[in-house]
Nanobody, 123 residues
Framework: QVQLVESGGGLVQTGGSLRLSCAASGRTFSSYTMAWFRQAPGKEREFAAANSWSGGTAYYDDSVKGRFTISRDNAKNTVYLQMNSLKPEDTAVYYC????????????????WGQGTQVTVSS
């Protein structure tokens, strides 16, 4: 069982930066693929970034590639999402997710979810 708690969301102007954190409980955090998804009002939850258990492989959606960076610290059971050059279209609730095995772009493949943290980018 893994419990996830996100933090770091907030209001930022266009072009600004935020860093989201996701603290995980559970002794096997290091074996999980960790990901960030986001959901804007009236839209489906969409993949943003994922990081393999070793941290050596990262995957990004094209919409965030070059602006967002996912990283993890297995010693602290924490995964991060550094978001730079934020745009109004990045406004969404951001969710941390975890799964065993290989990474996936599909939300339905993830077993554990956090409660979400709101990110609002003003124009």
């Amino acid at each position: 069982q893994v419990q996830l708690v996100e933090s770091g969301g907030g209001l930022v102007q266009t072009g600004g930066s935020l860093r989201l954190s996701c603290a995980a409980s559970g002794r096997t955090f290091s074996s999980y693929t960790m990901a960030w998804f986001r959901q804007a009002p009236g839209k489906e939850r969409e993949f943003a970034a994922a990081n393999s258990w070793s941290g050596g492989t990262a995957y990004y959606d094209d919409s965030v590639k070059g602006r967002f960076t996912i990283s993890r610290d297995n010693a602290k059971n924490t995964v991060y999402l550094q978001m730079n050059s934020l745009k109004p279209e990045d406004t969404a609730v951001y969710y941390c997710a975890a799964k065993n095995g290989r990474g996936s772009y599909k939300a339905s493949n993830y077993d554990y979810w956090g409660q979400g943290t709101q990110v609002t980018v003003s124009s």
